[in-house]
Nanobody, 122 residues
């Protein structure tokens, strides 16, 4: 059973960098052919895919967030991380990490973390 757990500060000040970690247990983040994603949901809005890092370490970003987003991994700890720079109150959301596999270019998410609430406020 794969489990994902997000961790990080719940409150970030405007203009600062939001940093979150997803710790994975029950399966290696280097296992073919999985993609490890960050997804967020702002109040009253739908899910927004932010980006992903795959089994080989390649990264993919949402075009709308690419300039502010960095996703990395620590294979020794079986963790992957999210950094979102220059945050504003519009970045207030519940942030999720999730595992996906692609079938004919369509992602299928099979495991999710419980999510962590991040509020951007001074």
């Amino acid at each position: 059973q794969v489990q994902l757990q997000e961790s990080g500060p719940g409150l970030v000040k405007p203009s600062q960098t939001l940093s979150l970690t997803c710790t994975v247990s029950g399966g290696s983040i280097t296992r073919h052919y999985y993609y490890w994603s960050w997804i967020r949901q702002s109040p009253g809005k739908g899910l927004e895919w932010m980006g992903a890092i795959n089994y080989s370490g390649s990264t993919y970003y949402s075009p709308s967030l690419k300039s502010r987003t960095s996703i990395n991994r620590d294979t020794s700890k079986n963790q992957f991380t999210l950094q979102l720079s220059s945050v504003t109150p519009e970045d207030t959301a519940r942030y999720y990490c999730a595992r996906a596999i692609f079938h004919e270019l369509v992602p299928s998410y099979d495991y999710w973390g419980q999510g962590t609430q991040v509020t951007v406020s001074s």
